[in-house]
C-alpha cells in the first residue's frame, strides 16, 4: 500500500475529528460523497463506504481532488500538452502512462482498486455528478458513462 498518512492518529485528527478520507451529507435528497484520493487511488474502507452509501438509492453526487479519468476530459486536459506531459486523472489507462518519466508514472499508475472503483462510478445509476479540482483549470467532461464531471 502507498499510504502516506492515517488520518486516525496525530495532529492531524485532533485538528479535524471527522473522517477525512470519507465524508457524506444528505442535503435536500441528494447525497454528497467526499472522497480523498489525493495520492491517485483510494482504499478499501473508502471503496465499503461507498458502495454502502450509493446502494441507498439516492441521487449521488461525488466530490474528490483528482479527477475522475475519461477520453473526454483526457483529450481535453492533454490538448496542447507535451506527449510525456502528466494527465493528473485518477484512474487513467497504464498505456496513456507509459510515456511519463518514471517518477509521475510510479505516481499515477492506478492500481486495481482504483479501476474497480472507477468502473463502478461508470455502472452507478444513482451517480449525478462528480465534482473534482486539481487540474488549476476549468474543464466541463462526462464520464465515460455520460455522467458530468466538473473540474474547477
Not at 26 to 45: Q, S
Not at 47 to 54: Q, Y
Not at 70 to 90: C, H, I, N, T, W
Not at 100 to 116: D, F, G, H, V
Request: charged share 20%; glycine share 6%; aromatic share 12%.
Amino acid at each position: 500500500s502507498r499510504l502516506l498518512y492515517d488520518p486516525h492518529k496525530g495532529s492531524l485528527k485532533a485538528a479535524f475529528p471527522g473522517n477525512i478520507w470519507f465524508q457524506t451529507r444528505l442535503i435536500n435528497g441528494i447525497r454528497f460523497v467526499a472522497i480523498d484520493n489525493n495520492y491517485y487511488y483510494i482504499v478499501k474502507e473508502q471503496m465499503r463506504l461507498f458502495k454502502e452509501v450509493a446502494e441507498q438509492g439516492e441521487p449521488i453526487v461525488l466530490i474528490m481532488h483528482n479527477p475522475l479519468y475519461s477520453e473526454d476530459l483526457y483529450r481535453q486536459v492533454m490538448e496542447g500538452k507535451a506527449k510525456d506531459a502528466p494527465p493528473y486523472l485518477f484512474g487513467c489507462p497504464e498505456e496513456l502512462l507509459r510515456i511519463l518519466p518514471e517518477k509521475r508514472y510510479i505516481q499515477q499508475k492506478p492500481n486495481a482498486l482504483t479501476l474497480e472503483f472507477l468502473d463502478y462510478c461508470n455502472h452507478l445509476p444513482n451517480l449525478k455528478a462528480v465534482v473534482a479540482g486539481h487540474l488549476h483549470a476549468f474543464y466541463v467532461s462526462r464520464l465515460d458513462s455520460g455522467v458530468p464531471q466538473y473540474v474547477c
